[in-house]
């Protein structure tokens, strides 16, 4: 299984290999350890992030949210200028394909399990199994603990 997180305490977004065989996250960027609790991780089941103390993780698409805006903003701006031109075949030609690359991104790319508390990311076979999606509330109670303990 594959991590990657934010160190909590130099910032820098580190990844780390095969975290059920280690007994400690090293950050790259400060050397800060971050031990992993013995039953964190059961066979391909995260049961608490190893990062924070948060028991609570959501499956979400591994996929960079950066990416798929740019994506949809070049495409609505180039269906626009194509509009203004009166080049209406060109208009929805171009607002198609925009949509059929955010399908095939969406389809290419696997699910991941993210921390509601830390955001950090777990990859691998199984791992999101026995997890729920996204869920507003417990991301709103995630939100409102954070802002309180800062
Ligand atoms: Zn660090
Ligand atoms: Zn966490």
């Not at 130099?10 to 400060?30: F, H, K, M, P, T």
């Not at 798929?68 to 194509?82: D, E, F, T, Y």
Request: charged residues 20%.
């Amino acid at each position: 299984m594959q991590i990657t997180y934010r160190c909590p305490e130099c910032g820098r977004d580190n990844r780390a290999d095969d975290i059920e065989q280690r007994d400690a996250l090293v950050c790259s960027g400060c050397g800060h350890a971050i031990a992993i609790p013995p039953q964190a991780i059961e066979a391909s089941h995260v049961r608490r992030c190893v990062v924070c103390p948060s028991h609570e993780l959501f499956v979400r698409k591994d996929f960079p949210q950066r990416l798929g805006v740019g994506i949809v903003v070049v495409g609505l701006a180039a269906s626009c200028v194509a509009w203004g031109f009166a080049y209406r075949f060109w208009t929805y030609g171009i607002l198609f394909a925009t949509a059929a690359i955010d399908a095939v991104l969406y389809l290419v790319f696997t699910d991941c399990l993210t921390c509601y508390r830390c955001g950090a990311r777990y990859r691998g076979p199984g791992v999101t199994q026995r997890h729920e999606p996204f869920n507003l509330e417990t991301h709103e109670k995630h939100r409102q603990m954070t802002a309180r303990s800062s």
